[in-house]
């Protein structure tokens, strides 16, 4: 049985969107088998096109829109006038329809939310404004964030969800405990440390159809490194997350990361898909020297395709990985 990946063209909600196609193939007989897993991975390739074509958000964010406003899952379906188990059926992954994803996406305001709970016939009088009094709350808060210099959304972008940061909004968090985990695993450089993180990433899309952290990747002479990774890399040792320490070389300073004894590693963040993939990176390339581990990405065609201009890296090109 040959693993076999195709281009092909396959319709959701009279849509086609072309994905790359994982099956095996038995070479004797030419039938195609596929296991629960390769039918994951092509269907949430179609599902995210058809997600970030209609800009409809994913389930975490559809979570935080909720969890924002205090409300349980029957609860926010009522105020969206949608069936009592729609909202917990798109948390858990359903896709909503066009026109209930725009309406999500308008609870998100506080204004819009407002204008919903008065409209809504199911909600009690007293739990109306104890709604209206959260969602004036957020408003005011949301205001005087706003004065304030947001470095952490600044780092990683505030980007949409799409095939550039690998259908996740930026995760801070995981990409933080990304860093810490390598840092304690191999104590590699800053150029090694930057190969890691992309192929941990890449590799999970791989294998999912989703990345772990949300960060994209760009394509420069070193290879892939995520965006801002200078900036990134010096906020989280400046908020005492790693240690930074410097090294003389002929050719220059080397920055190694090592892990803080006061700071540990939180697996908790991930899930175990996630840190499966972080273990299986971490074993591959726990003797690739720097150097090497260069010469290995340069052979990704993610890199190749995008070296030239020095532009973000598609997460597609996770289908074609080489060398993990």
Request: glycine fraction near 4%.
């Amino acid at each position: 049985m040959k693993l076999t990946k195709e281009k092909r063209s396959m319709t959701f909600r009279k849509e086609k969107f072309e994905i790359v196609f994982h099956y095996f193939k038995c070479e004797e007989s030419g039938e195609q088998f596929t296991t629960t897993e390769m039918d994951e991975v092509n269907m949430n390739q179609v599902y995210n096109q058809y997600r970030d074509l209609h800009h409809i958000p994913f389930p975490a964010e559809i979570t935080r829109i909720r969890e924002k406003y205090d409300l349980s899952a029957a609860k926010m379906a009522g105020v969206l006038s949608f069936g009592a188990n729609n909202y917990r059926l798109y948390e858990a992954g359903e896709i909503p329809s066009v026109s209930n994803a725009k309406l999500i996406r308008l609870a998100d305001e506080p204004d819009n939310f407002m204008k919903m709970v008065e409209e809504c016939e199911e909600l009690k009088e007293k739990d109306k404004q104890k709604l209206i009094v959260k969602a004036k709350q957020l408003k005011e808060e949301r205001w005087k964030d706003s004065l304030d210099f947001d470095v952490r959304n600044y780092l990683l972008g505030q980007h949409r969800a799409n095939v550039y940061s690998g259908y996740k909004n930026p995760d801070m968090s995981k990409f933080t405990e990304m860093v810490v985990f390598f840092a304690d695993q191999l104590k590699p450089f800053k150029t090694k440390m930057n190969k890691l993180l992309f192929f941990a990433d890449f590799l999970m899309f791989k294998e999912t159809g989703f990345s772990i952290s949300g960060v994209r990747y760009k394509a420069i002479d070193m290879g892939p490194v995520p965006n801002n990774f200078q900036s990134i890399f010096e906020y989280l040792a400046n908020h005492d997350e790693i240690d930074v320490f410097s090294t003389p070389f002929s050719n220059g300073i080397g920055e190694q990361f090592i892990a803080r004894k006061d700071r540990r590693f939180n697996k908790e963040v991930f899930s175990e898909k996630e840190f499966d993939v972080l273990k299986t990176v971490a074993k591959k390339f726990k003797m690739t020297s720097t150097t090497d581990i260069i010469q290995l990405s340069h052979l990704e065609e993610g890199w190749k395709k995008n070296q030239k201009e020095k532009s973000e890296i598609s997460y597609q090109y996770a289908f074609e990985l080489t060398q993990i």
